[in-house]
């Protein structure tokens, strides 16, 4: 039985440059064959992705650092920067393709993601081979919820890790079996486990990446999705370096 210890992302191709977002947002102002500086293009690419111009941006942080007199002043930079209009489709002139592995339930939370996103899976109707299973270390429920999250290792990891990878095992020996026997195999793939893993290429932009990024890497997140949305973060900054920075800052 093929495992995978954690869900993964790896770079196929992309469309654009730093510096056609940049061009892109430049046509606004008929001027879209500017040639800027390096300077010039991370400034704009900032102004781009906060909303407000660098000084202004600045000057908010440094009041809030300061401590500031009256809670009039406390709403007002507040909504400086919170309530700040991000011009974002710049960003989404771009493309990125990447080839992605994640168990089911990874990659239906993935596939929420759908503005600025297409993807491409494979299907259980058509292929036939036998399917690697997510096999990660089993941890207890955090302290305090019912729902979701995930806390320390559980203190029975090893028993629990034997038992769910013999029923992984029974799941996928079935699934041969009906294959072997005639059923079709859209049919044969319902007894597959929800760790049975799911490949797909997923092409969107660098804003919906973003967005993807700063989701699946929040606190409340899943922490089975954080090794992917690492991936993609890096895939990401090797090829926007400066927009990239612009947004995650």
Request: glycine share 4%; net charge neutral; charged share 25%.
């Amino acid at each position: 039985m093929k495992t995978i210890q954690a869900p993964s992302a790896i770079y196929v191709d992309h469309m654009g440059t730093d510096k056609d977002i940049v061009k892109a947002a430049r046509m606004s102002f008929s001027d879209f064959d500017q040639d800027l500086s390096d300077q010039g293009i991370m400034r704009l690419l900032a102004y781009l992705a906060r909303g407000i111009p660098a000084a202004e941006f600045e000057k908010a942080i440094q009041d809030i650092m300061d401590g500031v007199q009256d809670r009039e002043a406390a709403v007002k930079i507040y909504n400086a920067i919170a309530n700040r209009k991000k011009h974002w489709t710049p960003f989404a002139q771009t493309a990125i393709k990447i080839r992605c592995k994640a168990p089911i339930p990874l990659r239906t939370q993935a596939f929420k993601h759908k503005i600025g996103f297409v993807e491409i899976e494979e299907s259980r109707r058509y292929s036939t081979t036998e399917p690697a299973t997510y096999s990660p270390d089993s941890k207890t429920t955090p302290e305090g919820s019912i729902k979701q999250g995930s806390g320390d290792i559980h203190p029975y990891n090893k028993t629990i890790q034997h038992d769910y990878k013999n029923a992984c095992e029974v799941a996928l020996t079935m699934y041969n079996r009906m294959l072997e026997m005639g059923v079709c195999p859209e049919q044969a793939r319902l007894v597959l486990p929800q760790g049975a893993v799911v490949n797909w290429v997923w092409t969107g932009s660098l804003y919906a990446y973003f967005n993807y990024v700063v989701t699946r890497l929040d606190a409340h997140a899943q922490a089975d999705a954080y090794p992917m949305a690492h991936d993609i973060a890096e895939i990401c900054k090797q090829h926007f370096p400066m927009a990239w920075e612009a947004l995650i800052n």
